[in-house]
């Protein structure tokens, strides 16, 4: 199980400018929805966006810390 705050955490290493959320949808901390926002993800494809989230959660993912990653990426407005 992994804390909404550190998965926070870990793409804010990656990804500096990003703004995160973070849903626990089984209140299990291994099922979560996530929502990163970045101007890093400008020019690339839907794919390569989320593989750069995949990278910072390398290790929770692995671990299986996390076991179920719904995720939504887009650049800022």
Known sequence: M???????????????????????????????????ISGAFAGLSRVKQHQMVYGALKQELASEAIHALALQTSTPD
């Not at 290493?13 to 901390?29: H, K, S, W, Y």
């Open 2 to 36: 992994v804390q909404p705050d550190q998965v926070k955490q870990a793409i804010r290493q990656a990804l500096p400018d990003a703004a995160v959320e973070v849903e626990d949808l089984t209140g299990g901390g291994d099922h979560l929805q996530v929502t990163v």
